[in-house]
């Protein structure tokens, strides 16, 4: 358990439908980060905030894909009009980013979501 | 365009053998080069690597970067059972105000046969 907490781990939903995930960082990171991994495939960076400020967002985070971060703990990631291509592991990290110091990116176990 | 290179793919050996896999790279800015051990759930941290030719330990697992040749190797001396896994390398750029996005491989998958 690296303390990053991920919810749900798992997903089945209709194409069509909205989703909506939840990740918890480690309390003292100021960075998040989304990343998606299909099968086979290393992870793939979507987007990340610094404290609630959302900082940069990959060409993969089409117009249905959006991510909040309101107080600069939780984050949130909706996928509205689900497609089975979005079928993947979404994975969670965070990590602190200081003037004189940072460590690595901590990842949450992931959710996996199924488009039927 | 792939711009963290691993290999093998795949790697199968015996226990007690060593293995050596390899993580090339291509980026504008680099900051750092991160080792990843993925079993059947989330990444969890292996090594940060910034500065070529020092070497990080961790028990039976070392890595080593070399910036000129823009490449990484991590090996794993007297493999076990427990090793088997994806083995992610992920390099973090660095450009303009934004930085610390990880770039994957696609990992090596490792099985250690008994």
């Known amino acids: 358990d690296t303390g990053v907490s991920q919810d749900p781990r798992h997903k089945i939903t209709k194409r069509g439908q909205n989703v909506t995930f939840r990740c918890d960082p480690i309390s003292e990171h100021n960075r998040l980060y989304w990343y998606r991994q299909t099968l086979g495939q290393g992870p793939e960076f979507l987007t990340y905030?610094?404290?609630?400020?959302?900082?940069?967002k990959s060409r993969l985070l089409s117009d249905r894909f959006s991510a909040e971060r309101p107080k600069g703990s939780f984050s949130t990631l909706e996928i509205q009009r689900t497609e089975q291509g979005d079928s993947a592991m979404y994975l969670c990290?965070?990590?602190?980013?200081?003037?004189?110091?940072?460590?690595?990116?901590?990842f949450g176990p992931g959710t996996r979501l199924t488009v039927l | 365009e792939d711009k963290v290179v691993q290999s093998p793919l795949s790697l199968v050996v015996h226990e007690g053998d060593t293995v050596t896999l390899n993580c090339s790279y291509e980026v504008t800015n680099f900051r750092s080069l991160l080792w990843y051990k993925q079993e059947k759930k989330a990444p969890t941290f292996l090594f940060m690597l910034t500065s070529s030719g020092i070497e990080k330990k961790s028990g039976r697992l070392s890595s080593i970067l070399d910036k000129k040749e823009l490449f990484s190797i991590l090996n794993i001396t007297a493999t076990q059972t427990g090793d088997s896994a994806v083995y992610l390398c992920a390099v973090e750029e660095r450009y303009g105000g934004s930085q610390g996005n990880l770039i994957f491989g696609k990992g090596t998958k490792l099985s250690v046969k008994p």
């Open positions: 990290a965070s990590s602190f980013e200081g003037i004189r110091w940072r460590h690595e990116q901590f």
């Open positions: 905030f610094q404290n609630e400020a959302q900082l940069e």
